[in-house]
């Protein structure tokens, strides 16, 4: 045979703009008929038709090809064979009988596919599968499919049937199968399974979605048991989703998630009890077009405080939101100003309320020739201490007019090897409302030192640092006892403090690694609390943190040791470790001893010196308890993944919990992504899956 390369005019000149390239054998030209029943090539700048039959001709002025008989067509990065292909490179419009298509992993059998002049692809009586064989027990058949250049597949009239038996029918579905054009899905789904309580079904469907604003419908329905009977109605839930982004500047953006239900719910304190639950929530931002003011709020009100864990975080939830709070902050050149309001809207919770607060700051001003720093802040607010409906009459709440000033004084200096930095500082609050039914004024100095130096040497594979420092806190006498005042939070609880804290830090970094965190680091440190009635002892609080990191091991402690009363405070210990591409895995121990205190601010020390020990030891502050975390993943199979995740936990006289999740991961056919997941709660436990289109 002869494989001739056949440069005729109309073929190889520029048609309408594009050139065509033709290799076939044994071509035969008559008339104007370019044809060849032993094979070749023809293409374009988008398509390449490889078949045994081939016929290239013009019609009315246009260039037609015909193809068939082992068939094969690349057009753009989709793939097809079929039965016979005929396309007009004028009007850039074709035909494909009987063809399949072939696209990032996804397999559409049509009976009639249609190129269209836009790029895109229509096929009539369609199959979708993701399995190379065409006979599988579950399929998916459409009246017609769509598929564009940015491989975004619109179906209409979609029928899923198991064994060749319709099972679900949807009018129409969307959906983007490149990564590249990757978007969220038109309609998602969860299943999954509470002890108890029987299958939860959730659907989320995409409204609308434009440039800025996305909206989506969400819809659960749960069936229980009934004399094993699945099919039961246990209850109903719907909600709408809202993301709005300004287009143009992306100055205002807000988002909104609404929920109502009426079933019952695992995590309730009666699981089996049905009652009507909701759940608003949503946030909002916003800056001025010179970005110097700033708003920002959000909000989150829930029916009962079990609520919040009832939304599958991967479908629903805004990870951000929990409080309902607002702000307002404006940047100038001489201050910083911001007004913060946190009402609350939820019954069952307790907190303090700023109804509202408002601060400006002053830029910080360095004096001349000294290079002294003023820094000085105002606050005004009221502030309103709310207890949950449940403790009430047990306690009263209690509110306050609340101003505040703040005046600090700084100098950094350089001594020698030493850097030091000695503040002073001024406060007065003022308090319209106190346990006196009285207004309150309170005011007291602070006077703070703190010094270091670094001292360094390298050798042949390492670099050590060694850096010694102190930290010096004092705080004056308050002019008003903690117990004449309201304590709103931290910032109201002031007692007379001169803590001392020294350490010395130990840094070793791998030569040639450009890494800023070190291989190994010891920090000892130890605190001393002058004249302090309940910390006597010197030097009664002391610490070592260590840290090892090696690319594959990471081992971090953190141990405390209560001299006075000569037991350790807590022991915190964590491993991680990547043994291969297969496995990683990390374990923590968590362990507080009775002297340990529930502290919002680990070194804050106010609280320890402020109450005797033995009132904090009989109150709910006093922290004994052993945790354990525990996180494991291992690659079961090339396509098979399992991750692991428990939790244990126990106190002296109280029952031991335990807590654990597994979710399974796997791919089918290359396409697919299977997830199977199982938790355990102290409650209940909960079965779920998902299946996700790659």
């Known amino acids: 045979m002869n494989r001739k390369f056949v440069p005729l005019l109309f073929v190889c000149a520029s048609l309408l703009g594009e050139e065509i390239r033709v290799d076939v054998t044994d071509p035969v030209y008559k008339d104007g008929v370019l044809f060849s029943d032993k094979g070749g090539v023809i293409q374009s700048s988008k398509m390449r038709v490889q078949a045994r039959n081939l016929e290239l001709k013009e019609v009315d002025g246009a260039k037609v090809l015909t193809a068939k008989d082992d068939l094969?067509?690349?057009?753009?990065?989709?793939?097809?064979?079929?039965?016979?292909?005929?396309?007009?490179?004028?009007?850039?419009q074709g035909v494909l009988d009987n063809g399949i298509c072939s696209a990032e992993g996804v397999f559409i059998d049509g009976q009639k596919i249609v190129f269209n002049d836009d790029g895109s692809v229509t096929m009539d009586k369609a199959l979708l599968t993701t399995s190379e064989n065409k006979e599988t027990p579950f399929s998916i058949r459409a009246k017609t499919v769509s598929m564009n250049d940015e491989y975004n597949v619109q179906a209409k009239g979609i029928t899923l049937?198991?064994?060749?038996?319709?099972?679900?029918?949807?009018?129409?579905?969307?959906?983007?199968?490149?990564?590249?054009?990757?978007?969220?899905?038109?309609?998602?789904?969860?299943?999954?399974?509470?002890?108890?309580?029987?299958?939860?079904?959730?659907?989320?469907?995409?409204?609308?979605?434009?440039?800025?604003?996305?909206?989506?419908?969400?819809?659960?329905?749960?069936?229980?048991?009934?004399?094993?009977?699945?099919?039961?109605?246990?209850?109903?839930?719907?909600?709408?989703?809202?993301d709005y982004c300004e287009p143009d500047k992306q100055l205002f953006k807000f988002a909104s998630r609404n929920f109502f239900a009426y079933d019952s719910f695992f995590n309730d304190t009666n699981p089996k009890k049905y009652r009507a639950r909701y759940r608003v929530q949503g946030s909002f931002d916003g800056f001025s077009d010179n970005k110097k003011i700033e708003t920002s709020g959000k909000w989150d009100a829930l029916s009962d405080r079990n609520m919040r864990s009832d939304f599958p975080t991967q479908m629903f939830e805004l990870q951000t939101l929990g409080r309902t709070e607002g702000f307002v902050k404006a940047r100038y050149d001489t201050a910083f100003t911001s007004l913060y309001v946190r009402p609350r809207i939820n019954s069952f919770q307790g907190f303090k309320q700023e109804l509202p607060t408002l601060k400006v700051a002053v830029k910080p001003y360095v004096i001349p020739k000294t290079g002294a720093?003023?820094?000085?802040?105002?606050?005004?607010?009221?502030?309103?201490?709310?207890?949950?409906?449940?403790?009430?009459?047990?306690?009263?709440?209690?509110?306050?007019?609340?101003?505040?000033?703040?005046?600090?004084?700084?100098?950094?200096?350089?001594?020698?090897?030493?850097?030091?930095?000695p503040k002073i500082g001024f406060k007065e609050i003022f308090y319209s409302n106190s346990r006196q039914n009285q207004s309150q004024f309170q005011t007291l100095f602070n006077y703070d030192l703190s010094s270091f130096t670094t001292l360094e040497r390298s050798y042949t594979n390492f670099?050590?640092?060694?850096?010694?420092?102190?930290?010096?806190?004092?705080?004056?006498?308050?002019?008003?006892?903690?117990?004449?005042?309201?304590?709103?939070?931290?910032?109201?609880?002031?007692?007379?403090?001169?803590?001392?804290?020294?350490?010395?830090?130990?840094?070793?970094?791998?030569?040639?690694?450009?890494?800023?965190?070190?291989?190994?680091?010891?920090?000892?440190?130890?605190?001393?609390?002058?004249?302090?009635?309940?910390?006597q002892t010197a030097f009664p609080k002391g610490y070592l943190d260590l840290s090892w990191s090696y690319p594959n091991v990471t081992l971090q402690t953190n141990l405390g040791w209560n001299f006075q009363q000569n037991t350790y405070d807590h022991a915190n210990i964590a491993l991680s470790a990547t043994v291969n591409e297969?496995?990683?895995?990390?374990?923590?121990?968590?362990?507080?001893?009775?002297?340990?205190?529930?502290?919002?601010?680990?070194?804050?020390?106010?609280?320890?010196?402020?109450?005797?020990?033995?009132?904090?030891?009989?109150?709910?502050?006093?922290?004994?308890?052993?945790?354990?975390?525990?996180?494991?993943?291992?690659?079961?199979?090339?396509?098979?993944?399992?991750?692991?995740?428990?939790?244990?936990?126990?106190?002296?006289?109280?029952?031991?919990?335990?807590?654990?999740?597994?979710?399974?991961?796997?791919?089918?056919?290359?396409?697919?992504?299977?997830?199977?997941?199982?938790?355990?709660?102290?409650?209940?436990?909960?079965?779920s899956f998902g299946i996700t289109l790659i």
């Open 582 to 687: 297969y496995f990683a895995a990390s374990i923590e121990l968590r362990h507080r001893s009775k002297y340990e205190w529930k502290k919002d601010n680990f070194n804050n020390y106010m609280l320890d010196v402020a109450r005797p020990i033995d009132e904090l030891l009989n109150s709910p502050l006093s922290d004994q308890r052993t945790t354990l975390f525990a996180r494991w993943q291992i690659q079961l199979a090339p396509l098979w993944t399992l991750q692991v995740q428990n939790h244990l936990g126990w106190r002296p006289g109280l029952p031991f919990y335990h807590e654990s999740k597994l979710d399974f991961y796997t791919t089918i056919t290359n396409t697919w992504k299977l997830r199977l997941s199982y938790m355990r709660t102290v409650r209940t436990n909960q079965y």
């Open 373 to 421: 720093i003023f820094e000085n802040y105002f606050k005004l607010g009221y502030l309103d201490y709310v207890y949950a409906d449940t403790l009430h009459g047990a306690v009263s709440d209690f509110g306050s007019g609340r101003l505040e000033s703040s005046q600090i004084l700084s100098r950094p200096l350089q001594l020698g090897i030493f850097h030091a930095t």
């Open 463 to 535: 670099h050590h640092e060694v850096k010694p420092y102190l930290e010096f806190q004092g705080l004056s006498k308050p002019t008003a006892s903690y117990n004449d005042i309201y304590i709103f939070s931290v910032q109201d609880g002031y007692h007379n403090l001169n803590q001392l804290k020294l350490g010395l830090k130990n840094s070793f970094f791998k030569s040639n690694e450009f890494s800023p965190l070190p291989r190994f680091s010891c920090d000892l440190y130890a605190y001393n609390f002058f004249q302090a009635e309940t910390l």
């Open 161 to 242: 049937s198991a064994y060749d038996t319709p099972v679900l029918y949807f009018p129409s579905y969307s959906r983007t199968v490149n990564k590249k054009f990757q978007i969220d899905p038109a309609v998602s789904y969860r299943v999954s399974w509470e002890k108890g309580l029987g299958p939860l079904f959730l659907m989320r469907y995409k409204v609308l979605e434009n440039d800025a604003l996305k909206i989506f419908w969400r819809g659960e329905f749960r069936t229980g048991t009934k004399e094993k009977n699945y099919l039961v109605p246990r209850g109903a839930g719907s909600a709408i989703e809202i």
């Open 72 to 92: 094969f067509l690349s057009y753009g990065k989709k793939f097809f064979v079929g039965g016979s292909f005929t396309y007009n490179f004028s009007t850039k």
